[in-house]
C-alpha cells in the first residue's frame, strides 16, 4: 500500500529541528559517495514553469524520490506560488511507498539547508537578520535559524511593504522591523536571507558587513539573480550543489560575468558537513550559500516523514486497484 501525505499531515509530523536532521543526513550520504541527483528538468507552462527534480539515496535503507512542482508568481492570494507533489519509492525493488504534497516539503527542506549552512558558515553569536522577500519561504527560513542562532532582532523587507509589514508581526518574538529599503540596515546584520523572484542583483558588496553571512535561496532557474557579482567574486562561496548553481544560481552570474570560475568556490555544503572542508576560520570572512535546492533534500526529507507516517500510524493509503484505507480526510 502507498501512503498518501497532505500537507496538514506532514506538519503535524516534521519541525523545523527535524527538516535539520534530515537534510544534514542527505548532505553527509552525498559526500560519501552514496547518492546520485541528475540535473533538474525544467518545464514550461502558461504562466509559470514546472520544474522536476529527482535523486537516489542510501540512508541505511536506498529509497528515491521525484518531485514535480509547479512555480506561478502571478496566482492569485487563493492559490500557492509552488505547489506539487513528491513520489517516494523503494530503492530495492521499486514499491512506490507514498505520494506527498510538496509545499510543506520544499519551504521546510529549503530552510533546513540555509540553516545547516549557517552554523557553520555563520558568526555563533550572530544576533541580527535582514530577510528580503517575505513570503512563505522567509517565514520557513527565520524558524529554520532559530533552531540554531541566538537572533534577537529581525530587519524585513519586500517590493510590497505590506507583506514586509506581516512578516514582521509574525517574528516570533524578536524585535522586528518592516523596513522599506535594504541599504540603511544591511550593513547592521550578521545574517542575510533573500529569498525573492528577483531578476536583477539587489545586494552588492558595499551594502554588507565584513563576518555577514547571506543565503541567497530565491536564484532556482537560471533567469533569476539576487546577488551582485561583484559581492560572490568577494565572498567565500558555498554552493549547495556546484554544477547545478553553475545552471541555474547566483554563482551562474557572477561566473558569466567573468569575475568568478568554478575552481574560485569554497566548497559544497556536503564537503562542510563533512568536516572535509573547513566552515568559517575568522569573524571577518564573508560567506555566501548559493542555494538551488536539491533533489537530495527532497528525498532525506520524504524518506524521514515515511518513517514517522509508518510509525504513528492512521495515514490514508492505497493501491493502484483502487482500494483506501484509513483517513481519507487527513
Not at 39 to 68: E, I, M, V, Y
Not at 101 to 123: G, H, V, W, Y
Not at 288 to 294: C, E, I, L, Y
Request: charged share 20%; hydrophobic share 45%.
Amino acid at each position: 500500500m502507498t501512503l498518501l501525505l497532505s500537507r496538514p499531515a506532514i506538519a503535524a509530523l516534521m519541525g523545523p529541528a527535524d527538516y535539520l536532521e534530515a537534510v544534514e543526513a542527505g548532505f553527509r550520504a552525498a559526500a560519501a559517495g552514496k547518492a546520485s541527483a541528475p540535473p533538474p528538468l525544467s518545464l514550461p507552462g502558461t504562466l509559470g514553469t514546472f520544474h522536476a527534480k529527482g535523486a537516489s539515496l542510501d540512508l541505511g535503507r536506498p529509497c528515491s524520490a521525484l518531485k514535480l512542482n509547479g512555480n506561478f508568481p502571478g496566482n492569485p492570494p487563493a492559490l500557492p506560488t509552488i505547489q506539487g507533489a513528491v513520489l517516494l519509492c523503494d530503492g530495492r525493488d521499486g514499491r512506490l511507498l507514498a505520494v506527498m504534497d510538496s509545499i510543506e516539503i520544499t519551504l521546510r527542506r529549503t530552510a533546513a539547508a540555509t540553516a545547516l549552512a549557517a552554523r557553520s558558515l555563520a558568526r555563533p553569536q550572530s544576533r541580527t537578520l535582514l530577510v528580503c522577500g517575505c513570503g512563505a519561504q522567509a517565514r520557513a527560513q527565520l524558524e529554520a535559524l532559530l533552531e540554531i542562532l541566538p537572533l534577537r532582532r529581525c530587519f524585513a523587507w519586500d517590493r510590497d511593504h505590506g507583506r514586509a509589514e506581516a512578516f514582521a508581526l509574525e517574528a516570533h518574538g524578536l524585535e522586528a522591523e518592516a523596513v522599506r529599503g535594504i541599504s540603511g540596515v544591511s550593513t547592521e546584520c550578521d545574517v542575510i536571507v533573500t529569498c525573492t523572484t528577483a531578476r536583477e542583483p539587489f545586494l552588492a558588496a558595499a551594502q554588507i558587513a565584513p563576518g555577514t553571512f547571506v543565503a541567497a535561496v530565491g536564484a532556482d532557474s537560471p533567469e533569476k539573480n539576487e546577488i551582485d557579482p561583484g559581492l560572490m567574486a568577494g565572498a567565500r562561496v558555498v554552493p549547495d550543489i556546484l554544477g547545478q548553481c553553475l545552471e541555474m544560481g547566483d554563482l551562474r552570474h557572477a561566473v558569466r560575468a567573468g569575475v568568478m570560475r568554478e575552481s574560485d568556490i569554497h566548497a559544497e555544503l556536503g564537503a562542510i558537513v563533512s568536516g572535509s572542508a573547513p566552515g568559517r576560520t575568522d569573524d571577518d570572512q564573508i560567506f555566501v550559500f548559493d542555494s538551488t535546492g536539491t533533489a537530495l533534500q527532497d528525498v532525506a526529507a520524504a524518506a524521514a516523514i515515511y518513517e514517522r507516517a509508518c510509525c504513528r500510524g492512521g495515514a490514508p493509503s492505497f493501491d493502484f486497484a483502487g482500494t483506501v484505507t484509513g483517513d481519507s480526510h487527513q
